[in-house]
């Protein structure tokens, strides 16, 4: 269950110590939701060289990285650190669900963080989900969506890849208001973080290889195929693709085709002859 | 403040929940297929994709048999013309046929590759619901070492037979996906519609 903040408590925040952030996500101040499968990409040019950017990245190192990291490294030892990751992970979601006002987020979050440290055994082993207890990831960007902020142009950036500019925004605030970084120390912690974060992406490039490497490589135009996958794949997980906005092909017609232009109707027998008008 | 929300939010699910009810009676009467039904195909393709799979074929033979699930689960023509989007209004019929067979093809090579990601994995059908004139069945992909995630399966019998005419996982809808896909072969194609389908008898 999810409370939403009055808009004024953004308006609190921006007269306070993030003013000069929040000046710099003005741009995506808008707080109404993105149309379904909507693209505001002001910047494509620019996010067209990082994304080939990023390929060359993959290509020359990421994905083979990947392949040895996965292959070579037991899958015990695989698991612990994607455990460890998530777990690291829960005291930042707990402050985020708590800034969202959503209450369940914030005990589960809670809950796994002290379950899998201790039960988990420092995290290595994810005690909590075999518990039953539910996992709420969430990030600053989700933060300021839930605060009415809009998600901002389309980025691809260096290293991150495809994302808005809420999304950007909001790891670096993540960044500062994560307690465990407040508990290790910016700087003795940043190392273990990138790496744990590194050994992350590269699990994660080897789990979803096919689907990637057909993004990557398999497509005409793999930008646009990369932006509109993030975009679909975000707003999914901030919950504003709902069901009853499905696009129904039998009543919508192609997009820019007159309303009543509705060929779903005239279609008599798909494998005879279904296009006889 | 609170109270002024919850009450808001309930007459919205109130509205919703009304309108949703009155979609479905309609429906009702219209169509012949039910929540039950639209589950049973999807676990039936759901366990015809498993098999197939796990079954050890690759290449070719394993394209063709992505090729014969396709056309026995989901509804080609109608997922080739939203795909294809606007250019579907200008292309000849003979077009329109050589297009859907061609997508029909490239679909099966590309997907059948995809699919490797699910060796040993499983998917199972949780729930299935009615919006507007189709059913929506949601279903959870459990794959080795990986967190679940969900995959959405729409159904409709607009057809004159129960088929699936998207897919959407984690949010992100084959449908749209293949939009973006085809539309980039059109412009690389400068809009000819002939080279795009002779590009997509290849691609995938």
């Known amino acids: ?277 | 403040m609170c109270n002024n929300l919850s009450r808001r939010s309930f007459l919205a699910s109130t509205a919703a929940l009304a309108a949703t009810l009155g979609v479905f009676s309609i429906s009702n009467a219209a169509h012949a297929m039910n929540a039950q039904q639209a589950s049973s195909l999807v676990t039936k393709l759901v366990d015809d994709i498993q098999r197939t799979v796990n079954s050890g074929k690759t290449g070719n033979p394993l394209y063709r048999e992505f090729e014969r699930i396709f056309a026995t689960y989901a509804d080609v023509p109608i997922i080739a013309q939203s795909v294809m989007g606007v250019e579907w209004r200008s292309a000849s019929s003979a077009q329109r046929r050589a297009f859907t067979d061609a997508f029909s093809g490239y679909v099966a090579r590309k997907y059948g590759k995809q699919f490797r990601d699910f060796i040993g994995g499983r998917v199972e059908v949780n729930s299935a619901r009615p919006i507007r004139s189709f059913f929506e069945v949601r279903s959870t992909a459990y794959l080795k070492g990986q967190r679940p995630f969900e995959v959405i399966f729409l159904v409709s019998d607009r057809s004159g037979s129960d088929r699936v005419f998207n897919i959407i996982v984690e949010g992100v809808n084959m449908n749209t996906s293949e939009r973006t896909e085809i539309g980039a072969m059109l412009d690389r194609n400068r809009g000819n519609i002939d080279a795009m389908i002779s590009d997509l008898r290849t691609a995938g």
């Open chain 1, 1 to 277: 269950m999810k409370y939403e903040l009055p808009r004024s408590f953004s308006r609190l925040l921006r007269s306070g110590t993030c003013a000069g952030l929040l000046l710099a996500i003005s741009a995506c101040a808008t707080p109404q939701q993105p149309a379904r499968d909507e693209i505001n990409d002001p910047f494509e040019s620019f996010n067209r060289s990082m994304h080939g950017f990023n390929k060359a990245i993959d290509r020359a190192f990421i994905s083979d990285a990947a392949r040895i990291y996965v292959t070579y490294t037991p899958e015990p030892i695989v698991l612990g650190i994607a455990n460890f990751f998530d777990a690291a992970g829960e005291p930042l979601n707990a402050v985020n669900n708590a800034l969202q006002g959503d209450i369940d987020g914030f005990t589960y979050s809670t809950l796994r963080f002290l379950t899998n440290a201790t039960l988990g055994i420092v995290g290595l082993f994810d005690t909590a989900t075999e518990l039953g207890i539910p996992q709420d990831d969430t990030d600053f960007g989700e933060t300021m969506f839930v605060w009415g902020i809009g998600e901002g142009p389309f980025l691809e950036v260096p290293f991150f890849g495809p994302q808005t500019t809420r999304r950007f925004v909001g790891r670096g605030v993540d960044i500062v208001i994560d307690p465990l970084g407040l508990v290790i120390g910016f700087f003795d912690g940043a190392t273990i973080q990138a790496t744990l974060f590194l050994l992350d992406a590269l699990k994660l490039r080897e789990d979803r290889r096919s689907t990637i490497d057909d993004l990557l490589y398999n497509s005409v135009d793999s930008y646009a195929r990369a932006r509109i996958v993030y975009l679909q794949n975000r707003r999914f997980l901030l919950g504003t693709q709902d069901g009853p906005n499905y696009f129904d092909p039998y009543v919508n017609p192609p997009a820019g085709i007159a309303p009543d232009d509705d060929f779903g109707d005239t279609y008599i027998d798909p494998y005879e002859d279904p296009y006889v008008q």
